[in-house]
């Protein structure tokens, strides 16, 4: 089986769809699936890759991340590629691969399935401020059930993100499909040289979230409750790990607390090592996003045995189950930061969390996912009525 992966992001922008991406076109070549990606050309990217179509891009205003396809250069490249030989066309996110695969598709007359990586209703109003929230929330609504409404299948990377999709009215199949774990993920991370090239002491206590610095993240939350962590541990250190547009943003308000000495951005972390080492040097890894889909980050910090403090919001309650390794607080800086501070003192809690999480999370393993996501592909293959 052939099938086209179309999308308006990949390495080296990195992110959670980036990471889907990749992980499921590894596993699936495994289970007997080829798959050839499209996607956009950045200005420091990688010579020829094997199975990926490059498509020239242009800056988005404001966003010195992301890259906009050409609209005549996208259609260009899959015409290109449109031999008849495609079994499905798998759309990853909404922008003008979405219009584009699903125009390929057409043409085709192959079936389109899309995955619903983002939760547009809570990110419009960070990136829109002048937009009225309800507006906007209105307005991702509607975008959502037309492009749903436009594939054959749906892919949600979590129940909770198929139900906020069945409340919105989406009549098209959904299939519940997180990415899961690459067995990469696993191998262990050096935390000592991770400390050793951030000049952080080796017994400093270390308080860490690693994912995209963006204001949906809600990292400014971390910030102001890792305040109350430092009334009970004053030598701990908060590792803000990762690029993105409220880097600024947050170092000002780091700033503004007086916490400069007590916060280090780390930026950008080499993927397949410094990252990993990230994870292994954290005493306690944090996170509070509202938006998560999927939440692949907390699986990370499990896999690497380290204790987890988070909040369980959308696709994040999914993961954060009982016996995962995991305290669940509220979105309350008092008792978030209690429950820091908690496994920072208690040495026997924190290894009894990081045991208890590397075993869980190699439950999600992305190998079991990608034989799913084949049957899936099966499945509307063989379903031509729907095409009508």
């Known amino acids: 089986m052939r099938v086209l992966f179309v999308s308006d992001v990949y390495f080296p922008r990195v992110n959670g769809v980036s990471t889907s991406i990749r992980t499921f076109r590894d596993d699936l070549a495994q289970a007997g699936v080829d798959t050839h990606l499209v996607a956009p050309a950045y200005p420091a990217g ?10 020239s891009a242009a800056g988005v205003p404001g966003d010195p991340e992301d890259r906009r396809m050409g609209w005549r250069a996208l259609r260009r490249a899959l015409a290109a590629l449109d031999d008849g030989s495609f079994d499905l066309v798998h759309i990853h996110t909404p922008f003008v691969a979405h219009y584009a695969g699903v125009g390929l598709a057409r043409r085709a007359r192959i079936p389109a399935l899309a995955t619903y990586h983002t939760f547009f209703e809570e990110y419009l109003h960070h990136y829109l ?9 209105q307005l991702a609504r509607s975008f959502t059930r037309s492009q749903c409404a436009a594939v054959q299948g749906l892919i949600a990377p979590s129940e909770p993100m198929r139900a906020v999709l069945a409340q919105y009215g ?8 997180p990415t899961g774990l690459a067995a990469d993920r696993f191998r262990a991370g050096d935390g000592a040289a991770f400390r050793a090239r951030a000049g952080i002491g080796a017994a400093r206590p270390l308080v860490t979230y690693i994912g995209r610095v963006a204001h949906e993240k809600n990292i400014g939350f971390l910030v102001q409750m890792f305040v109350r962590v430092l009334e009970s541990v004053p030598e701990a250190l908060l590792v803000i790990a990762g690029e993105g547009p409220a880097r600024e943003p947050l170092r000002a308000q780091v700033a503004a607390l007086g916490l400069s000495e007590r916060v280090h951005f780390a930026g950008y972390l080499e993927r397949a090592t410094e990252l990993l080492d990230c994870y292994a040097a954290a005493d306690v890894f944090v ?24 909040t369980a919001e959308l696709g994040t309650r999914s993961i954060l189950v009982a016996g995962s390794g995991a305290l669940v607080v509220a979105e309350q800086q008092a008792p978030f930061a209690a429950a820091v501070v908690r496994v920072l003192q208690d040495a026997e809690l924190r290894a009894e969390l990081g045991v208890r999480g590397r075993g869980y999370a190699r439950t999600w393993s992305s190998a079991a996912m990608a034989q799913r996501l084949a049957g899936i592909y099966c499945e509307l293959r063989h379903a031509p009525a729907l095409l009508a």
């Open 46 to 55: 990688a010579g020829a890759e094997p199975g990926i179509t490059r498509v």
């Open 129 to 137: 401020p002048l937009l009225p929230r309800v507006l906007g929330r």
């Open 170 to 177: 989406v009549t098209t199949p959904i299939h519940v499909l």
């Open 287 to 310: 996170f509070a996003s509202r938006t998560e889909t999927q939440g692949l980050v907390l699986l990370e910090a499990m896999a690497q045995g380290t204790p987890v403090v988070s």
